[in-house]
């Protein structure tokens, strides 16, 4: 079983700062692509910010050039370095990953997500 525990949402002001980090563990073989998407109420979800495990990355627009995603394949995590935050970013921001398990099967998973609030 796999499973993504997401960390570091939270309350923050118009212009500051968030880090989001997403680990994954169970029975991993190993990790193709991870990513960040998010849902604001009455959206759909959208995609933020995706990395292979070579480290290449890709953006939505709304967000490049304020946010970078990074990996750790060592640790079998994913983090979102939010800056320059605007009240449009407010949403429930979830971690998504490619796993290949000890049963040779890759599927998606996702984490449980984390909201992120920013204020005028």
């Known amino acids: ?47 933020v910010a995706t990395i292979t495990r070579s480290h290449i990355t890709n953006y939505a627009d709304s967000v490049k050039g304020r946010f970078t995603i990074s990996r ?22 979830y971690c998504n990953a490619r796993i290949w398990t000890t049963t040779l099967a890759s599927q998606p998973y996702w984490g449980q997500g984390t909201q992120v609030t920013v204020s005028s």
């Open 1 to 47: 079983q796999v499973q993504l525990v997401e960390s570091g949402g939270g309350l923050v002001q118009a212009g500051g700062s968030l880090r989001l980090s997403c680990q994954a563990s169970g029975n991993i073989l190993s990790i193709d692509a991870m990513g960040w998407y998010r849902q604001a109420p009455g959206k759909e979800r959208e995609l």
């Open 72 to 93: 750790d394949n060592a640790k079998n995590t994913v983090y979102l370095q939010m800056n320059s935050l605007e009240p449009e970013d407010t949403a429930i921001y």
